[in-house]
């Protein structure tokens, strides 16, 4: 979906934005990434467009599910997303712009669009992608897999036989040292 922004009110306009699977699969790089991560539920979205001189100030409200694999456990689960949208879309830089610039902490929220149309489908895909946790955990305290055995520690104990070990300098003791 695109929005033209000289077709909006100077007083801004909403846009609400619903997908489903089918529209986020299409955004991921790879089919490996599909299977990493789906959508649980659709995603919906609110947004605001503001415009304003040489800036379109963008505020929204995004809400899905998201169907990850836990980076311990491996297993499947759900992560809900709720998560509030505000950033400022600027015109192209003029050519003239230095190549390196200092950012500073509002330039974070701030990204370029190409003066005529905003890409919604972009914006809420990047939304998300940048909701995502960068370690996901099916829950706080899981225990993971056993390096040894490889059961799920939070589904059964590990079955690996346990060696009892002494001190690791022990075989130092049986050592004979010539003087």
């Avoid at 007083?11 to 986020?24: K, L, P, R, V």
């Avoid at 503001?50 to 809400?63: A, D, F, K, S």
């Avoid at 980076?71 to 709720?82: G, K």
């Avoid at 370690?135 to 059961?151: D, S, V």
Wanted: hydrophobic fraction near 35%.
């Amino acid at each position: 979906m695109k929005v033209r922004v000289d077709e909006l009110p100077e007083y801004g306009g909403m846009i609400h934005f619903h997908e489903t699977e089918s529209w986020f699969s299409s955004r991921m790089n790879s089919a490996e990434d599909t299977r990493e991560i789906s959508l649980a539920r659709p995603v919906s979205v609110d947004l605001e467009f503001i415009p304003e001189t040489e800036q379109v100030r963008i505020n929204g409200h995004l809400q899905t599910a998201v169907r990850l694999a836990c980076s311990r456990c491996l297993q499947d689960y759900v992560l809900q997303l709720d998560e509030i949208i505000t950033f400022v879309l600027l015109r192209p830089p003029p050519d003239e712009m230095p190549e390196e610039i200092d950012l500073s902490s509002q330039d974070l929220d701030t990204e370029f669009y190409d003066g005529t149309t905003i890409d919604v489908d972009l914006i809420v895909a990047e939304q998300i992608f940048l909701a995502l946790p960068q370690k996901p955990l099916c829950r706080e305290e899981c225990r993971g897999i056993c390096a040894g055995c490889g059961a799920d520690l939070n589904q059964e104990p590990c079955r690996c036989e346990k060696k009892e070990t002494g001190s690791v300098f022990e075989p130092l003791r049986s050592m004979k040292i010539d003087q």
